[in-house]
């Protein structure tokens, strides 16, 4: 099957451990209603209410009982009413899996078998289902991110700069610099506007320090070169599927320079076709005579 072609409502099944979770959270991110494990009997009264069928993604596994023998009858009458049904099997090779289980925190579905056998036995129980799926996806060479991407490309995400909000945020280095920031310019190097009195009490995103700052050479120069740099790596961190990075310009008051480079910034960054969101972290926290 072309995996470009594929559209929901979707099941996905498949090995313990395979990575049927990282498919439907990474789903689930981009906008589908994603249900796992619910009872084989509810599985049609799911699909006759959800509105939205083509965002639907249901994991069905042997967590479920009878889940090997029930479901082929159950996805017949499915597709018979939604012909654009489509199955994703997922798997991995029994060396990965073992190793696998050997760290995760959760046990085997089959208990009461050595892990290997239970292993082997998974796999025969739903050998017929792998042979009928659409989609079979082996994750033994995969990392999670790169299974990730492999579920975002079904999902329709052709942009990955879709997924990602990119927070711009200004500060003042005197309430220190934001924890969670990927990356931080020191603009204090930037003209003052502080120390103009009719400037002083007004933020860096009014009309009057705006213009201020616009005469000087080295502001324009210094917005080129930041905006530059961050448009050259915002790429790079939508290249790894990042949901969130943020983006931080501080100066010494947090409401001056470092407030305009920040909506500048924003400006650009959204201009380049990514989600932007600007926040003053210290804008209103210092206060002028």
Wanted: glycine residues 8%.
């Amino acid at each position: 099957m072309d995996e470009r072609a594929f559209h929901g409502p979707f099941v996905i099944t498949g090995l313990s451990g395979a990575g049927k979770t990282v498919l439907s959270r990474s789903l689930e991110d981009i906008g589908y209603h994603c249900v796992d494990n619910i009872p084989l009997e509810l599985v049609t009264e799911l699909f006759e209410n959800t509105p939205d069928i083509e965002r639907l993604v249901v994991v069905l596994d042997v967590r479920t009982g009878g889940f090997a023998e029930g479901f082929p009858e159950i996805r017949r009458r499915l597709c018979e009413r939604w012909p654009d049904l489509r199955v994703i099997f997922v798997e991995a090779s029994p060396e990965v899996l073992l190793r696998r289980f050997s760290v995760a925190r959760r046990p085997h579905p089959l208990r009461g078998f050595k892990l290997a056998d239970a292993i082997a036995r998974e796999a025969e129980d739903l050998a017929g289902l792998r042979d009928t799926a659409d989609l079979v996806i082996d994750s033994s060479e995969l990392n999670p991110h790169e299974l990730r991407r492999r579920a975002l490309g079904l999902g329709g995400l052709e942009d990955p700069r879709q997924l990602m909000t990119v927070d711009v945020e200004s500060f003042s280095y005197l309430h220190g610099v934001p924890a969670i920031a990927s990356l931080v310019f020191d603009v204090r190097f930037l003209p003052n506007p502080y120390f103009i009195d009719e400037l002083r009490g007004l933020p860096g995103d009014s009309p009057e320090v705006e213009s201020w700052m616009a005469q000087f050479p080295e502001v324009g120069e210094a917005m080129e070169l930041l905006t530059g740099v961050v448009l050259k790596l915002l790429p790079r961190y939508a290249a790894e599927l990042k949901s969130h990075i943020t983006i931080a310009a501080g100066c010494t008051g947090g409401r001056h320079r470092s407030v305009y480079t920040a909506r500048h910034l924003a400006e650009a960054i959204a201009k380049a076709g990514y989600q932007a969101a600007l926040h003053h972290r210290d804008k209103d926290r210092w206060r002028y005579p």
